[in-house]
């Protein structure tokens, strides 16, 4: 038995639940007999001091310290294994920038790298704590142990003042077929696999009979990528007495899901539904590959307006070759369907993330070469709890990512992207008030 210690380096932006992947990771170490403890620096109770990794490892003695890396904290991740090298067997990088930039955790102090999907990677490491290939594909997702199985490796102080960890919502499904290039998918890869419905669903009752969970948020990249095993999903969720009256949301494309798809969601109790749309103007969507027409997101979000759910549109702003006349268009699809879509996801300025087309093709020409390593790129994002209300729209209505100036946007260009971003932000506010008003009143938002 190998003692694991796994930690989340700290984020611009701090998390209210464990990230899902790093469970994962952890309940599949745990189902192969290893102590594991998780340390995440991200949390947002996390009252550590700046040296806590440091007290923990020296008071555990680790084998092996697992380290998982986004792009954003990469850095914060470099410096960690500046401080933890040599005081644990094996110190491993993991998660979708090792995936993206494989090399350079090495170059940074880390011993070796798990590439991709990680579950089998990690245990491989915990038993023979050698360089054994890593980068296994998982192929059985049934085949996992649920991440619910991880919540005693973390600290619930983290987390919660009750202490208690909440879990995060789940993933049905791996993998994106989209080809959209400001995208990087390697971790799962771009082969769509689903669980079985009678595993997602063992999963939900669990959730909900230990853990009184009756909302879940799916988080898969593509949820609807399969027509007919979301109606299969859909069909064992109704038919599990434990799951009655449950709700949940789900992410996907705007152009793999038909009325007929969201009538049977809603039908199995889909609430809210987060449409990835990205620009309104027809040059833009076929320059990033995303396969959709704006018509064919607004008949999305219009149906499933229809069938009485949540609608989220998620749009994006600045990338190479947009214009003021394309996004003048994006602006003015996004006023076109205000009227069913409830919310914008905020912000939207596009960031260049490594293993992207958009990143490869522009990185040397706009001179923003492995910008993460560069703290100016990484701003901290304001805790929005208990922030005065005027101030929190104020920092809604801009986007931080338009100042770091990535792709070097003209002033009309500019000033076009905020326009969007701000537009966003108010009608979001407008929604907000007005669920607020119906709430008070004893009315459906």
């Given amino acids: 038995m190998a003692k694991v210690l796994l930690i989340m380096p700290s984020l611009p932006r701090k998390t209210s639940v464990p990230y899902l992947g790093q469970q994962y990771l952890a309940s599949s170490l745990v189902k192969d007999g290893h102590e594991v403890r998780c340390l995440d620096l991200a949390a947002a109770r996390f009252l550590g001091t700046p040296g806590e990794d440091i007290r923990v490892v020296g008071s555990w003695r680790p084998d092996m310290i697992g380290v998982t890396l986004f792009t954003q904290n990469a850095l914060a991740g470099y410096r960690l294994a500046e401080r933890l090298k040599g005081t644990t067997r094996l110190l491993l990088a993991g998660g979708p920038h090792p995936t993206a930039c494989p090399g350079e955790p090495l170059r940074f102090g880390f011993d070796a790298v798990a590439r991709g999907e990680g579950e089998q990677a990690v245990v491989a490491y915990a038993r023979k704590l050698e360089g054994r290939r890593t980068g296994t594909r998982v192929t059985d997702l049934d085949a996992l142990p649920f991440p619910v199985e991880s919540l005693g490796c973390y600290d619930a102080s983290s987390y919660s003042e009750k202490g208690v960890v909440v879990p995060g919502g789940m993933i049905t499904s791996r993998g994106c077929p989209g080809r959209c290039t400001f995208c990087a998918t390697r971790v799962a890869g771009r082969k769509h696999r689903w669980r079985s419905a009678s595993n997602v669903v063992a999963e939900m009752a669990l959730l909900r009979e230990a853990h009184n969970v009756s909302h879940f948020s799916f988080w898969d990249d593509s949820f609807s990528a399969c027509r007919s095993r979301v109606h299969e999903l859909c069909d064992a969720i109704e038919r599990c007495p434990a799951l009655r009256g449950v709700t949940w949301s789900a992410i996907t494309p705007a152009n793999t899901v038909s009325t007929e798809d969201l009538r049977r969601m809603k039908e199995a109790g889909c609430v809210a539904i987060n449409f990835g749309i990205e620009s309104g103007d027809e040059t833009i969507l076929g320059n990033i590959r995303k396969g959709l027409t704006p018509a064919q997101a607004k008949a999305a979000v219009t149906s ?142």
């Fill in 304 to 445: 499933a307006k229809a069938e009485g759910m949540t609608t989220i549109a998620n749009f994006m702003f600045g990338f190479p070759g947009e214009g003021v006349g394309e996004l003048d268009r994006t602006l003015r699809f996004m006023e076109d369907i205000s009227d069913v879509a409830d919310m914008f996801n905020h912000g939207g300025v596009l960031v260049p993330y490594p293993g992207t087309v958009i990143y490869d093709r522009n990185h040397s020409r706009y001179g923003f070469t492995e910008w993460w390593l560069d703290p100016r790129y990484l701003p901290d994002e304001p805790d929005m709890f208990g922030m005065d209300p005027d101030r929190a729209q104020q920092y809604l209505e801009r986007d931080g990512i338009l100042d770091l100036d990535f792709f070097r946007y003209t002033d009309e260009v500019r000033e076009k992207i905020a326009a969007c971003v701000r537009f966003k932000a108010r009608h979001n506010q407008r929604y907000v008030e007005k669920c607020g008003r119906a709430a008070m009143e004893g009315k459906p938002g």
